[in-house]
């Protein structure tokens, strides 16, 4: 079953503007995290954020959490042609180490330059 | 190199044969875990280990075998391949993380594209 699933599915954007992805969840959490995944490459890991944090912010990235809501979205600021990729969210819900991440089905970012 | 490495990077077999796609990781790290990607979707985990020798299925376990003699390889092996296995399989690996705090994040090697005719 699915329990993350990204909104919108394809996002496309001019070099320049912000792009903002969102993620949806069913069950209670420990952690979410974002990936990023370039075209043919491996998943690359951006940020984790855990159910008692609102939000947190790496370089251009900005994530919130809305645990009453059962939300999540990624804002990534200034975009550039590099960040073309898919973007996936990760939940997880156990909280020991071994706990299993279910991914999304991801957004698909374009950046036009 | 350090890192985390997978071979072959592309295979293409017969229906009913025996694949072993390869996955070491030079971080000594606990967790290695196997998904796979169809096209136009996210992961799916097959298999997962916690440590050398401890093993557990994920959400798409038939079909696959894995086993983890040594900390750093994680082999996944497919006893008699089908169609419905082509796909993209990624290892990935991941540091214990403190009692409480829910798994870390998640090292991807590069991916397995594997073709099953």
């Known amino acids: 079953s699915q329990q993350g699933e990204e909104d919108p599915q394809a996002l496309s954007i001019q070099e320049g503007e912000n792009a903002t992805m969102n993620c949806s969840y069913k069950?209670?959490?420990?952690?979410l995290q974002w990936y990023r995944q370039n075209s043919g490459r491996g998943l690359v890991h951006l940020i984790l954020?855990?159910?008692?944090?609102r939000e947190k912010h790496s370089g251009r990235l900005r994530v919130t959490l809305d645990t009453s809501k059962k939300s999540s979205s990624l804002l990534i600021t200034a975009s550039r042609a590099a960040d073309t990729a898919s973007y996936f969210c990760a939940t997880a819900q156990g909280v020991t180490s071994g706990s299993r991440l279910t991914f999304g089905e991801g957004t698909q970012l374009t950046v036009n330059p | 190199d350090a890192g985390i490495t997978q071979s072959p990077r592309y295979k293409i077999t017969e229906t009913g044969r025996q694949v072993t796609l390869m996955c070491h990781q030079t971080?000594?790290?606990?967790?290695m875990f196997w998904y796979r990607q169809d096209l136009g979707h996210g992961l799916r985990l097959i298999y997962y280990?916690?440590?050398?020798?401890?093993?557990d299925k994920g959400e798409v376990p038939d079909g696959y075998v894995v086993s983890r003699s040594k900390t750093e390889n994680f082999p996944l092996t497919l006893e008699s391949a089908t169609r419905s296995q082509t796909s993209v399989y990624f290892c990935?690996?991941?540091?214990?993380?403190?009692?409480?705090?829910?798994?870390?994040?998640?090292?991807f090697g590069p991916g397995t594209r594997l073709t099953v005719l």
């Open positions: 280990s916690a440590a050398a020798d401890i093993t």
């Open positions: 954020i855990r159910s008692n944090e």
């Open positions: 990935a690996s991941s540091e214990s993380s403190f009692s409480g705090s829910g798994p870390n994040e998640q090292f």
């Open positions: 971080w000594s790290h606990s967790y």
């Open positions: 069950t209670s959490i420990n952690n």
